[in-house]
């Protein structure tokens, strides 16, 4: 019998999340077995009328990262695809860039893909990702397939077990791939160890990036004593596995120090989005993790375009440009938006070698446009490697980059049902009163960002409005002490008599 639920809200732009555990206070299960099941069968249905094939014919691999609900998730997802006739290869612990290269490794050449995965989100989480050969679906596609699933009713077949036949290491032949681009990048023979005399840590945060020490790392001759939290566990007993978050960023800072390691590295759960720390503990992360893939490309791709998302600084705009000389286009947020504009860039002739986020999402134009998290670690090991041929640090590439002094983000609840409209007149009138008032609004994809080059006042704002949630977001930055204080009182200024915009947090 069909289920009446709407499994419409479970999409999150373009992939699906949910509550797939109880747990946590006032959150309840919607992402459940039934509705993997009938999302199964609709993404299989989807995939073959894509390619106007039989579902007999497609061959879809399904992974999962280390969360708790991942396996039972996995079963339900993977008897709806195998109810349709089409064929699951189940991949086990694997990680989201993996997954897409699963359709492009001549080894495997599925039709398509899915990962179940919630990135870095809780425990109590998890999610669902689709790829095709285009990379991951868009919002639309995600639209499409949940609309197909709501009108599918729950279906079993009793042959899923996973055996031989329908198993995959996907894991070990995608490893495979990072040694060889590793050997090649620092033209290392015979698989010699490349990385001898390196130390490097790494934090996996107990998702699924614990392969990367094992498979990568140690078989390529590098030293990581003092790696950490390597073993899958989907409760996330020692911190939240996400680049983004301070605890996480201090733990990797803390072992890289302690062990006297030349490169820290941490991952988030399913390890497309990564984050570095230098031999003295400084992060690089946010706007430096793009300074420095941007420096190690800039030589092969010189004068060409990096893509980041709006919330990126001055500060980076300057390195790219008069450092490097790059162009920089501040984009809008997402990691799929900076993907798709990487992607018509190219393809319109404008060299653009990457999309990048400040989340730590980073796509290279010559990795299939795919945000790989350990595919940019490679690109810093081999950078490494080849700097300390050289008695050098990779410290180096990024030395010109302006410090950054001091940045907040508030996020001002919108108090009225009509949120979207209301934060639109906002953001109008907030434009408005910016222009009047001589300030500098450079061209902004998103939001109102407003520069700020004065005597009495150096740094940047953005007022943007949420995607999905009752929220305008500010991002603020400022170069010396006192610039923030004096921002915060332009935004009081240009923002007053918005009565239904809470903006308490800057009291």
């Known amino acids: 019998m069909k289920i009446n639920n709407t499994l419409l809200t479970l999409q999150n732009g373009s992939d699906i999340r949910g509550v797939a555990i109880e747990g946590v206070e006032n959150e309840h299960v919607n992402l459940t077995e039934a509705a993997c099941n009938r999302i199964g069968q609709a993404f299989a249905q989807w995939i073959s009328e894509q390619k106007e094939s039989k579902p007999s014919t497609i061959r879809i691999g399904i992974g999962h990262d280390s969360r708790i609900s991942g396996l039972i998730l996995e079963e339900a997802f993977a008897k709806g695809i195998e109810s349709t006739g089409a064929h699951v290869i189940r991949c086990g612990l694997a990680t989201t860039p993996a997954m897409f290269m699963s359709i492009i ?20 989480r998890n999610g669902i990702k689709f790829f095709n ?6 919002k ?26 329908n198993c995959f290491d996907i894991i070990e032949l995608y490893s495979q791939y990072l040694k060889n681009t590793i050997c090649k990048g620092v033209k290392a023979q015979d698989y010699e160890h490349p990385l001898a005399g390196l130390k490097i ?30 073993d899958p566990d989907g409760n996330f007993p020692n911190h939240i596995p996400n680049p983004e978050n301070k605890q996480a960023m201090d733990s990797i800072s803390r072992a890289t120090i302690q062990n006297k390691a030349d490169l820290g590295l941490i991952f988030d759960t399913d390890v497309d989005r990564m984050s570095a720390v230098l031999h003295d503990g400084t992060e690089v992360n946010r706007d430096s993790i793009i300074a ?8 092969e791709y010189p004068g060409s375009t990096i893509i980041t998302d709006s919330v ?3 500060r980076l705009t300057y390195f790219l440009e008069k450092i490097l000389g790059m162009q920089h286009l501040r984009y809008m947020r997402g990691y799929k938006n900076v993907i798709n504009k990487c992607k018509e860039l190219n393809k319109n002739g404008i060299i653009s070698p990457l999309a990048m986020e400040t989340s730590g999402h980073g796509a290279l134009k010559d990795n299939y446009y795919l945000d790989d998290g350990a595919f940019l670690a490679v690109k810093l090991l081999i950078a490494l490697a080849k700097a300390a041929k050289k008695g050098k640090k990779i410290d180096s590439l990024i030395a010109d980059l302006p410090p950054l002094y001091e940045a907040h983000e508030y996020r001002f609840k919108i108090n009225t049902e009509d949120f979207k409209d209301y934060g639109k007149q906002v953001l109008t009138e907030f434009k408005k009163r910016a222009e009047t008032a001589g300030y500098k609004l450079p061209k902004s994809y998103e939001g109102v960002r407003i520069s700020f080059k004065s005597k009495n006042i150096r740094g940047w704002l953005l007022l943007r409005l949420s995607l ?32 239904k915009l809470d903006m308490t947090v800057l009291s």
């Open 105 to 124: 490794f001549p080894q495997t050449k599925f039709d398509a893909a899915v990962m179940l995965t919630a990135s870095h989100l809780p425990y109590n």
């Open 133 to 138: 050969k285009d990379g991951g679906l868009e």
């Open 140 to 165: 639309k596609d995600i639209t499409a397939i949940l609309t197909i699933a709501e009108e599918k009713e729950i279906r079993q077949v009793t042959s899923i077990a996973p055996t031989g036949n």
């Open 201 to 230: 840590v790494v934090d996996a945060g107990n998702g699924d990036a614990g392969f990367f020490v094992n498979n990568i790392l140690n078989p390529l001759g590098a030293d990581t004593t003092g790696s950490q939290f390597l």
């Open 292 to 299: 420095m893939i941007s420096a190690i490309l800039a030589p």
């Open 312 to 314: 990126t600084s001055d």
């Open 468 to 499: 999905h949630d009752p929220v305008m977001p500010l991002n603020i930055e400022g170069e010396r002490k006192g610039d923030c204080a004096a921002i915060v009182a332009v935004v009081k200024d240009l923002l007053t008599g918005f009565d």
